[in-house]
T-cell receptor, first 113, second 112 residues
Framework: GQQLNQSPQSMFIQEGEDVSMNCTSS?????WLWYKQDPGEGPVLLIA?????ELTSNGRLTAQFGITRKDSFLNISASIPSDVGIYFC?????????????FGAGTTVTVRA | SQTIHQWPATLVQPVGSPLSLECTVE??????LYWYRQAAGRGLQLLFY??????ISSEVPQNLSASRPQDRQFILSSKKLLLSDSGFYLC???????????FGDGTRLSIL
């Protein structure tokens, strides 16, 4: 699949902070997904987006499907220690019968000492 | 509800030995099944996917193969492991191509 550009690569959070990460692509996607992976475990789906402009929340998490269909962002509000982990964006190209997902390289979130 | 199981959780194998990793899905029928490899600190690389029994599509030429002997069983194999086969292997499923993929807990494979 096509590589997505995910940024930042890593970030340090302080408890209570709002954090944001985003993903961009040179191609149009019809699905954007955000996953979180804890050490030694598989990624867990956080939010799925299916329509351009769609804004969806899951607790303190909010994600948006960009209007151009080439980008998406994930916000975490009032971060807590258990928010640490690796966050991946994933997208499916705007083609029918395409089974493949493209993945970003991940954003590693760490608690600031 | 649907669940996905992978085993073993960790595996240490010598170079040149064979490999068999297993993945099963419960609570659904005719799922799409996927094998990914994740190198340390990297994203996910799709290795194989399957849309039905005996139907395997390979994404990357390599030392590995996949099989789907039963509807909800997906196996990743190798006849002779290489050092470069080390990594974290993830199995995933979805009900159809428009649905998100859901991942198992992975197998950490170390080659010595």
């Amino acid at each position: 699949g096509q590589q997505l550009n995910q940024s930042p690569q890593s970030m340090f959070i302080q408890e209570g902070e709002d954090v944001s990460m985003n993903c961009t692509s040179s191609s149009i996607f019809n699905t954007w997904l955000w996953y979180k992976q804890d050490p030694g475990e598989g990624p867990v789906l956080l939010i799925a987006l299916y329509k351009a402009g769609e804004l969806t929340s899951n607790g303190r998490l909010t994600a948006q499907f960009g209007i151009t269909r080439k980008d998406s962002f994930l916000n975490i509000s009032a971060s807590i220690p258990s928010d640490v982990g690796i966050y991946f964006c994933a997208g499916r190209l705007s083609r029918s019968n395409d089974y493949k997902l493209s993945f970003g390289a991940g954003t590693t979130v760490t608690v600031r000492a | 509800s649907q669940t996905i199981h992978q085993w073993p959780a960790t595996l240490v194998q010598p170079v040149g030995s064979p490999l068999s990793l297993e993945c099963t899905v419960e609570g659904t029928s005719n799922p799409n099944l996927y094998w990914y490899r994740q190198a340390a600190g990297r994203g996910l690389q799709l290795l194989f996917y399957s849309v039905g029994i005996g139907q395997i599509s390979s994404e990357v030429p390599q030392n590995l193969s996949a099989s789907r002997p039963q509807d909800r069983q997906f196996i990743l194999s190798s006849k002779k492991l290489l050092l470069s086969d080390s990594g974290f292997y993830l199995c995933a499923w979805n009900r159809d191509v428009n649905q998100p993929q859901h991942f198992g807990d992975g197998t950490r494979l170390s080659i010595l």
